[in-house]
């Protein structure tokens, strides 16, 4: 298929022509290297070294213009990264009703690009829908798995497997443990259907987990009448006793045992402070298996506080004691880091949407194909 020019995407004053298996696209070497790192290192070769490579390898031009391919990149996805790059409205991070393969084409590319302000943008969209707290994952299991309910225009379930494979793929290892979590709630045939394209280190981690997860719940059921005989009083001692808790179905996420769900289901005949105190128990054993949820899938812990709430922490300690209080709730020009070991802060703010930042710690290079370098 011979690609064709993209209809907003090729704008009169570009200077590069960047080329795809479907689409072409004219764009601007400022514009892209303001905000790659990948883009920058690529068109700030030196004079000698940029006519060296066009003398060895050939020139090809497209309207008088270097033609870039960008090997391996979808037209369509390629089209989302540079619209987002291009058009700040295009994506905002607060619209949970952006399709769910501009939000994955967004994450892989402007991650294999270094697009930093994209990437954290995203980052934190998934972070808000996939928290690293307990209650609120509760919350969302017991609304968003209903089958009427949709996240990025997709069953909530399908957008657990897509995301989870394209942040390993783009080591986001922020989104993981969250990620790992939702998805080992669906039995293993169901995980082996939607794996998909998902990597098998990938795959192997998840299931693993999930195994390791289920056997802490599992010790979690076991210990139930212990626990209460560690806990009762005298009354309950004599009377009071755990029934059944080895029929109790084995589900790999924690908001099926819930203090008060699971002594409904298992303690009869107990008084209402026991009854209590044994919802405390085994709440503080939830919590304890929450704490341990990242090292089942390869990792130290959760993120000590969300994205967000990071972000707010950074901006306060970097505000100066005498600045007026007004100045202070003023929102930010710009995001600060928002993935651990990934982000430099921004340098500066320049005019218009686009914003420079520092060459990340973490850079990833693609594979560019360049008849024109």
């Known amino acids: 298929m011979v690609p064709i020019r993209h209809e907003h995407l090729w704008f009169a004053g570009g200077d590069i022509i960047l080329s795809t298996n479907t689409y072409l696209f004219k764009v601007h070497k400022d514009v892209l290297s303001l905000q790659s790192s990948v883009f920058r290192d690529m068109f700030e070769l030196d004079e000698d070294e940029y006519i060296g490579r066009r003398a060895r390898m050939g020139q090809?031009?497209?309207?008088?213009?270097?033609?870039?391919?960008?090997?391996?990149?979808?037209?369509?996805?390629?089209?989302?990264?540079?619209?987002?790059?291009?058009?700040?409205?295009?994506?905002?991070?607060?619209?949970?009703?952006?399709?769910?393969?501009?939000?994955?084409?967004?994450?892989?590319?402007?991650?294999?690009?270094?697009?930093?302000?994209?990437?954290?943008?995203?980052?934190?969209?998934?972070?808000?829908?996939?928290?690293?707290?307990?209650?609120?994952?509760?919350?969302?299991?017991?609304?968003?798995?209903?089958?009427?309910?949709?996240?990025?225009?997709?069953?909530?379930?399908?957008?657990?497997?897509?995301?989870?494979?394209?942040?390993?793929?783009?080591?986001?290892?922020?989104?993981?443990?969250?990620?790992?979590?939702?998805?080992?709630?669906?039995?293993?045939?169901?995980?082996?259907?939607?794996?998909?394209?998902?990597?098998?280190?990938?795959?192997?981690?998840?299931i693993k987990g999930k195994f390791k997860l289920e056997h802490a719940l599992c010790t979690l059921v076991a210990s139930l009448a212990d626990e209460f005989r560690?806990?009762?009083?005298?009354?309950?001692?004599?009377?009071?006793?755990?029934?059944?808790s080895q029929d109790i179905s084995i589900d790999s996420h924690l908001s099926y045992y819930e203090g008060s769900k699971l002594v409904l289901k298992v303690l009869k005949n107990g008084c209402s402070r026991c009854s209590k105190n044994l919802?405390?128990?085994?709440?503080?054993?939830?919590?304890?298996?929450?704490?341990?949820?990242?090292?089942?899938?390869?990792?130290?812990?959760?993120e000590l506080e969300s994205m967000d709430e990071r972000d707010d922490m950074i901006s306060l300690a970097a505000t100066p004691p005498q600045r007026p209080q007004e100045e202070q709730m003023r929102p930010p020009l710009c995001d600060p880091p928002s993935c651990r070991r990934m982000y430099s802060m921004p340098s500066k703010i320049v005019p218009g949407p686009v914003v420079l930042w520092n060459q990340p710690i973490y850079t990833r290079y693609p594979l560019l194909q360049s008849h024109s370098l």
Not at 230 to 244: E, F, L, M, N, P
Request: glycine fraction near 6%; charge should be negative; hydrophobic fraction near 35%.
């Open 60 to 206: 090809e031009l497209y309207e008088g213009l270097p033609l870039v391919a960008l090997a391996g990149d979808k037209g369509e996805d390629v089209a989302h990264l540079l619209r987002a790059a291009y058009y700040r409205e295009y994506y905002d991070r607060d619209d949970d009703q952006t399709s769910l393969e501009t939000i994955a084409a967004l994450l892989a590319l402007s991650s294999k690009y270094d697009f930093e302000h994209i990437r954290n943008d995203v980052i934190k969209q998934i972070s808000r829908n996939y928290p690293n707290s307990l209650t609120t994952f509760d919350e969302i299991d017991l609304e968003d798995y209903s089958p009427r309910v949709q996240l990025f225009g997709t069953p909530r379930g399908d957008c657990d497997f897509r995301l989870l494979e394209v942040s390993y793929t783009a080591d986001a290892d922020v989104l993981l443990p969250p990620l790992y979590y939702a998805c080992c709630d669906f039995g293993v045939d169901w995980i082996f259907e939607r794996a998909g394209r998902m990597k098998g280190d990938c795959v192997r981690t998840l």
């Open 279 to 302: 919802e405390g128990r085994i709440n503080e054993k939830r919590m304890e298996i929450w704490e341990k949820i990242p090292s089942y899938f390869g990792f130290s812990r959760w």
């Open 230 to 244: 560690s806990i009762s009083c005298s009354s309950c001692k004599r009377k009071a006793y755990i029934s059944c």
